[in-house]
């Protein structure tokens, strides 16, 4: 094992430090490995991000041996940040995968420790475990899992006289909806859009991929995209939401566009929901009752499960770090990706990676989540299929179609045509002779 610079220790002021306390599940072995631990962690945005604090408190209680010390970096540029100290030798010694667009990057430059032993020990039922792995290694334990909803305001629902979702629509009944809410809502005398949808790719994209039977993001062949292209851009022509163009053009933030009741309707990240509930109580966003639903599903059915999208949220061992300090690491991991770490952040309305029901009812005892039975089973009822396919080509393809999702919804080219260019371009500067 390499072991980690010298320097290791000299944590800059932009390092938090929070003792972490327990005495069970694993903290004599912290104890035996020769006393007191202090490991680091990355993190960002701590002031406004609660779960890394949330996760240390609650090891807090189990661990009295072990010392955290988050090292914080700048949010947008977290990987750039990360892998210069990585490749420095003054990486922390725990750190955060964001999703699974880079995690290629970091485990083929070795600078992940084999946690299969982790793994093994969680057991079944942790969402996102298995996109870890490489040649039935695995390299990181997911925290979190991030599923994408589709989240409803029922207070606007009832002004425009639509019957609200329920567990089965597929996308023609959604089409079918928005058209219904666009006319209602004009004839009630709201301002309020059918729906919004933000200018990331993923909300095209990630369901496009995840519902497609035979869709392959290494294929090249990204013509499963087109119906779900011609979906956003009749709604967007017909009125029923914001362009494109005026959603970039005026930087549209979707908090706003849902939380000022602008829109009935909006696809979304399970994350969403804690930032919806803080922006209520803090006033930031407006009273209304709101729920979320399972995301519309392919026409013709995708099984017993609401199949949907999201990458997990994962936790690492830099191979560099010092042998003494493994043991409790691995603990650290265990714990997070486990039920303990997992009722911890249900209980702030943060979508775990365990979902087991002690974690449900944690979830939905937090003031503000909505308890209806609809959102009940959106939580607990989906197959969450990757965003971001763990491939040394999944990055270079994603920035081509971050491109080409541009160009079709700005209406510079047409569907088909900036499909095809997208292959052509994933074939030609990507995949090779694939």
């Not at 004009?186 to 200018?199: D, E, I, L």
């Not at 009940?376 to 393809?397: C, G, I, K, M, Y």
Request: charged fraction near 15%; proline fraction near 5%; charge should be negative.
């Amino acid at each position: 094992m390499r072991h980690r610079h010298p320097g290791r220790t000299a944590i800059t002021a932009a390092v938090t430090a929070l003792a972490l306390t327990a005495t069970a599940c694993g903290g004599d072995e912290a104890a035996d490995s020769g006393g007191p631990v202090t490991l680091t962690m990355s993190a960002w945005s701590l002031n406004s991000t609660p779960e890394f604090t949330k996760l240390a408190e609650a090891f807090h209680e189990r661990n009295p041996d072990v010392e955290v010390e988050f090292k914080e970096y700048d949010a947008t540029n977290y990987d750039t940040q990360l892998t210069a100290d990585l490749a420095a030798g003054s990486g922390p010694d725990v750190f955060v995968l964001k999703n699974l667009k880079n995690f290629f990057t970091y485990q083929s430059g070795e600078q992940l420790l084999d946690v299969s032993d982790v793994a093994h020990g969680l057991g079944d039922g942790v969402n996102g475990l298995g996109d870890y792995e490489v040649d039935g290694v695995t390299y990181a334990v997911p925290y979190r899992q991030d599923s994408w909803y589709l989240y409803y305001n029922k207070d606007l629902f009832a002004t425009a006289g639509v019957t609200p979702p329920d567990a089965t629509w597929t996308w023609a009944q959604y089409e079918r909806a928005v058209a219904d809410l666009t006319a209602g809502l004009k004839a009630a005398g709201s301002p309020a859009k059918a729906a919004y949808q933000h200018v990331w790719q993923s909300t095209v994209q990630g369901l496009a991929l995840a519902q497609t039977p035979g869709a392959d993001l290494d294929s090249g062949d990204y013509g499963y995209l087109a119906p779900y292209y011609r979906r956003a851009l009749a709604q967007q022509e017909a009125g029923a939401q914001v362009d494109y163009g005026t959603a970039t053009t005026n930087t549209l933030q979707y908090q706003a566009q849902f939380g000022t009741q602008q829109a009935a309707t909006m696809l979304m990240g399970s994350w969403y929901v804690a930032t919806l509930i803080a922006q209520q109580k803090s006033g930031d966003a407006q009273s209304f009752q709101w729920g979320f639903a399972p995301a519309p599903q392919r026409d013709g059915g995708t099984g017993d499960k609401p199949v949907t999208f999201g990458d997990p949220t994962g936790l690492g061992i830099n191979a560099a770090i010092d042998e003494g300090e493994v043991a409790a690491a691995k603990e650290f991991l265990a714990f997070v990706a486990g039920e303990g770490g997992a009722t911890a952040l249900a209980s702030i309305g943060i979508t775990p990676a365990t979902l087991t029901e002690p974690v449900a009812q944690a979830y939905f005892a937090v003031q503000g989540v909505p308890a209806d039975e609809l959102s009940r089973f959106a939580f607990t009822t989906h197959d969450t299929r990757a965003e971001n396919p763990v491939s040394p080509e999944t990055a270079a393809l994603q920035n081509i179609l971050q491109e080409t999702h541009s160009a079709i919804m700005s209406g510079s080219t047409p569907v088909d045509e900036a499909l095809g260019r997208a292959g052509a371009r994933a074939r030609s500067e990507v995949l090779g002779s694939r």
